[in-house]
């Protein structure tokens, strides 16, 4: 008898809960909220490979930017250049390549960011210094000093094109070209008075990319 009356109240129970949940529903409706608005941030990570007067020229970057509904991307970025010049240095009698860190303004205008792929043009406007490094002990992954004489200040220009790969709403790849214009340095018998060029490379975006909830409920009148 205890057990039917226990399954009764819980027949009861259970057709009130469903009663009540159909009400609740008629009184409130879904709305998508991806059209509204949303803001994003994320830090990146990128590697690029390109050439200085012909030689073989890595770039490792990190950026951290804050994103507009999708469409544009404000932050900073800094860059670490790597080139393999071999350039002979009278003052040292060393072997040198030429390593350049900068940084700055990071802005990136996006097109169909709400696809999932899409296209933007990034271009750092910012600065650093460029100098020589021994050949040599960056292969033997010696310490390497720096004296004065070998390092200049530079400007640095670099607008570029991206792909950008929408995977998630934390993650995003990109794979793109860009082109750096620097001022000219003044290294001491150098035969490169300036760090331009072109270079290609991927990257990865980590963060939220829409903050805004996906779904709300409004009660109707």
């Not at 003052?91 to 205008?109: F, M």
């Not at 720096?146 to 995977?167: K, T």
């Not at 779904?215 to 109707?220: C, I, P, V």
């Amino acid at each position: 008898m205890n057990n039917q009356k226990t399954t009764l109240l819980f027949f009861f129970l259970f057709m009130g809960l469903l009663s009540f949940s159909q009400e609740d529903n008629d009184q409130y409706i879904t709305f998508n909220d991806r059209k509204n608005v949303v803001h994003g941030v994320y830090l990146g990570l990128s590697t690029y490979f390109g050439e200085i007067e012909g030689e073989d020229t890595y770039i490792g970057g990190l950026k951290v930017a804050y994103v507009a509904n999708r469409q544009f991307e404000v932050g900073f970025m800094a860059n670490i250049l790597y080139s393999e010049q071999n350039i002979f240095n009278p003052r040292t009698s060393n072997r040198d390549d030429i390593v350049a860190i900068y940084g700055g303004l990071h802005l990136e205008p996006i097109l169909f960011g709400k696809k999932r792929v899409s296209l933007s043009f990034p271009i750092l406007i910012g600065g650093g210094g460029v100098g020589y490094v021994d050949h040599q002990a960056v292969i033997n992954d010696e310490n390497v000093d720096l004296n004065d004489d070998d390092i200049d200040a530079i400007f640095v220009l670099e607008p570029g094109m991206n792909v950008l790969f929408n995977i998630s709403r934390h993650v995003q790849l990109e794979a793109g070209m860009r082109y750096r214009f620097s001022s000219k340095i003044d290294l001491a018998q150098s035969p490169v008075d300036r760090i331009n060029g072109f270079s290609a490379g991927i990257g990865v975006k980590l963060g939220v990319f829409n903050m805004g909830r996906n779904r709300y409920k409004k009660q109707l009148d």
